[in-house]
C-alpha cells in the first residue's frame, strides 16, 4: 500500500490561489494508479475535487471545475492541486487520496487550508 | 449529477448490529465504497467492490446492494466503531466523477 503526506499552505488569501502538494511513497507495484484530491470544509461532509489517472488524464468535480488544475510528476513521485479565485467557502481540510477505479485506498493525513485577509 | 443519499445518523448498542445505507441512481451501475472517519483523522476505506473488506478491517464489517441502494454492516459493533461514515462512488453520468453521501454519524451505546 501506498502512504501519501500532503503539504503546502495553511492560509491563502481570498481571490488567490491554493496550492497543495502530495509525495507519494510505498509499494511501488500496488493498483493505486488513480490520484485524487478531497476536501471537507469544517464540521461538513467530504466533496470530492478532482483526480488524475497515472497516464495523466485528469477528471474533475463538475462544480469546481472551472477553478481547478490537478497535475502529477513522475520523476518527484508527487502530485499536486491548484485551486484558482479562492474564497471563504474553500476554507477546508484537504485531502490527497489513492486508489483503483472503484474506492479510494490510501489516504493522507489532511491539510487545513484557510482562506482569509 | 448523481447525489448518494444517508441518515444523518443512527445509534446501536454494544454488541448488537446497524445497518447503514446509502440510496442514489448511480448504484445502479456502480458499487459503493465505505470509510470510516474518526474526529481529526483522515477517512479509512472499510468496504469497497461487491463486499470486500481491506487488509487490517474486521470482518465485523459487511457490504451488500439492490438496486439503487448499498448498505454497510456492523455486525457487532464495538465502542471503536464509534465514527461518521461515508458511501461514495461513481457517477454514471459524464465523466463518471466521484460522489459521496452526506455520511451518517454511528453512536455506539
Known amino acids: 500500500q501506498v502512504q501519501l503526506q500532503g503539504s503546502g499552505p495553511g492560509l491563502v488569501k481570498p481571490s488567490g490561489t491554493l496550492s497543495l502538494t502530495c509525495a507519494v511513497s510505498?509499494?511501488?507495484?500496488?493498483?493505486?494508479?488513480?490520484w485524487s484530491w478531497i476536501r471537507q470544509p469544517p464540521g461538513k461532509g467530504l466533496e470530492w475535487i478532482g483526480e488524475i489517472y497515472h497516464s495523466g488524464s485528469t477528471n474533475y468535480n463538475p462544480s469546481l471545475k472551472s477553478r481547478v488544475t490537478i497535475s502529477v510528476d513522475k520523476s518527484k513521485n508527487q502530485f499536486s492541486l491548484k485551486l484558482a479565485s479562492v474564497t471563504a467557502a474553500d476554507t477546508a481540510v484537504y485531502y490527497c487520496?489513492?486508489?483503483?477505479?472503484?474506492?479510494?485506498?490510501?489516504w493522507g493525513q489532511g491539510t487545513l487550508v484557510t482562506v482569509s485577509s | 449529477s448523481s447525489e448518494l443519499t444517508q441518515d444523518p445518523a443512527v445509534s446501536v448498542a454494544l454488541g448488537q448490529t446497524v445497518r447503514i445505507t446509502c440510496q442514489g441512481d448511480?448504484?445502479?451501475?456502480?458499487?459503493a465504497s465505505w470509510y470510516q472517519q474518526k474526529p481529526g483523522q483522515a477517512p479509512v476505506l472499510v468496504i469497497y467492490?461487491?463486499?470486500n473488506r481491506p487488509s487490517g478491517i474486521p470482518d465485523r464489517f459487511s457490504g451488500s446492494s439492490s438496486g439503487n441502494t448499498a448498505s454497510l454492516t456492523i455486525t457487532g459493533a464495538q465502542a471503536e466503531d464509534e465514527a461518521d461514515y461515508y458511501c461514495?462512488?461513481?457517477?454514471?453520468?459524464?465523466?463518471?466523477?466521484?460522489?459521496f453521501g452526506g455520511g451518517t454519524k454511528v453512536t455506539v451505546l
Open positions: 487520496a489513492s486508489g483503483s477505479y472503484a474506492s479510494f485506498d490510501s
Open positions: 461514495s462512488s461513481r457517477d454514471s453520468s459524464g465523466n463518471h466523477p466521484w460522489v
Open positions: 510505498g509499494d511501488s507495484n500496488s493498483s493505486s494508479n488513480w
Open positions: 467492490g461487491k463486499n
Open positions: 448511480s448504484l445502479r451501475s456502480y458499487y
